[in-house]
């Protein structure tokens, strides 16, 4: 019957609301900081960051100067 | 019989009322932890310098859009489909294909290599994910060797190995993820909540524990428990289908992109959104989103064909990429960081470093 849907319906969206009200938050200046702190331990070790020199980068094509 | 179990004061009408109420309860407690932005926390971050990132390399083999693409674990690999119903392997480096199998069916709109390199997986209209082992042979009729894993009632939009070989994630036009045992093929658990078509996923690095993100047309980021099928949390922000999800490599963030030429970081400690990354002048959608390494740059395909390199912390866009000829449909960076490979309805796929 389509009232026994709807209220199974409902209470699922009921029991999933419950759920997620309950858990816990943090600030977001807290989860922010731990963001920025994560870049920046990692920063020195992100070659798109930093950028690589070209020898140890296998995409950057190492072209040996021709003296002619 | 009819209402089982229904309390005695509960009726659909109260349901809903609690229903509405719990959603009010859930944005008061949100806003009440937010207590500043992001970009205003990052202020005193340095800026980043100027930005030189060249197509170093550009894939050209398939005949028609490229859908997917997927990097190998060797950093060297990488497997991409397309709207010919082509897989291709390439070898990113020297730009050669390695591999080639043809699908049964059009429209392959998901790929992804194992963790092993041994093995790519795909789908798309066909509705299943299936399984090809690779072979050192390059004679060997790889097609022969398939396994279909996942059945779905509607298209297959991505797919992703988790930790092993052994299963697959995959997420489906028929509003579910499901996770499946390669070598029997069994359905291990499946994840009901969206709404409508999912569209894309991303599973949490390995030390933050067995959780993943999905995105869907019904505009709704879910977080999801991969043991008991629970959707944890939901974020719904975004206005239009979120076309894909990524996670900031630390595992408490995600970013995503959408429909609404938007990309939005989302904190999953905070349970909210805390940047979004757009401006006036971007008006296409995104239809695909990675972070570098350290989770400092956001690297954003978009249907206006460029690809717009943002600031993660200081929400600012620091460069845009042009070379594309079409939309770009996909993009992820390599595992190591040192490039980027994007894939585009141009038919060609390019790496960028």
């Known amino acids: ?68 | 019989m009819a209402c089982q179990g229904l309390g005695p004061n509960e009726t659909l009408a109260t349901l809903k009322t609690e229903s509405e109420t719990l959603k009010t309860k859930l944005e008061e407690e949100r806003a009440k932890l937010h207590d500043a932005e992001l970009h205003q926390v990052a202020e005193k971050v340095e800026a980043l310098g100027q930005f030189i990132i060249k197509t170093r390399r550009t894939l050209k083999g398939h005949g028609n859009k490229v859908l997917c693409m997927d990097w190998c674990k060797d950093k060297r690999r990488i497997v991409s489909s397309s709207q010919d119903g082509k897989v291709i392997v390439w070898d990113a480096f020297t730009a050669n294909k390695e591999h080639a199998v043809t699908m049964p069916c059009t429209w392959v709109m998901a790929c992804a290599y194992a963790p092993s390199g041994c093995a790519v997986a795909c789908g798309g209209l066909d509705n299943k994910c299936s399984v090809y082992p690779l072979s050192l042979d390059k004679n060997e009729n790889l097609a022969a060797k398939k396994k279909s894993v996942a059945m779905h009632t509607n298209y297959l939009s991505a797919c992703s190995f988790t930790n092993s070989d052994m299963q697959i994630l995959t997420s489906s036009g028929d509003g579910t993820c499901a996770l499946w045992d390669v070598e029997s093929g069994q359905l291990l658990q499946s994840f009901h909540g969206h709404s409508a078509d999912v569209l894309c996923l991303d599973l949490a690095p390995s030390e933050t524990g067995n959780t993943f993100v999905s995105g869907g047309c019904d505009k709704k980021a879910n977080v999801w428990d991969m043991r008991s099928g629970q959707c944890i949390q939901s974020f719904e922000s975004h206005e239009s289908d979120i076309n894909s999800v990524r996670y900031y490599p630390s595992g408490d963030a995600f970013a995503s992109g959408s429909d609404d030429a938007t990309c939005r970081l989302f904190d999953l400690r905070a349970d909210r959104e805390v940047s979004v990354y757009s401006k006036d002048s971007i008006i296409f959608g995104v239809s695909s989103v990675d972070f570098s390494l350290s989770g400092r740059l956001l690297f954003g395909g978009y249907n206006d064909y460029t690809i717009n390199v943002w600031d993660v912390l200081k929400g600012t866009r620091v460069s845009i990429l042009f070379g594309h000829e079409n939309r770009v449909s996909t993009l992820r960076v390599s595992p190591d960081g040192t490039a980027f490979c994007s894939g585009s309805w141009d038919h060609t796929l390019r790496i960028w470093a």
Not at chain 1, 29 to 41: D, F, G, H, I, V
Not at chain 1, 54 to 66: L, R, V
């Open chain 1, 1 to 68: 019957m389509s009232t026994t849907n709807s209220i199974a319906q409902a209470r699922k969206v009921v029991e999933q609301l419950r759920v997620e009200a309950g858990i816990e938050r943090i600030k977001v200046s807290k989860a922010a900081a731990e963001l920025m702190s994560y870049c920046e331990q990692h920063a020195r070790s992100d070659p798109l960051l930093v950028g690589v020199p070209t020898s140890e980068n296998p995409f950057k094509d190492k072209k040996p100067c021709i003296i002619l």
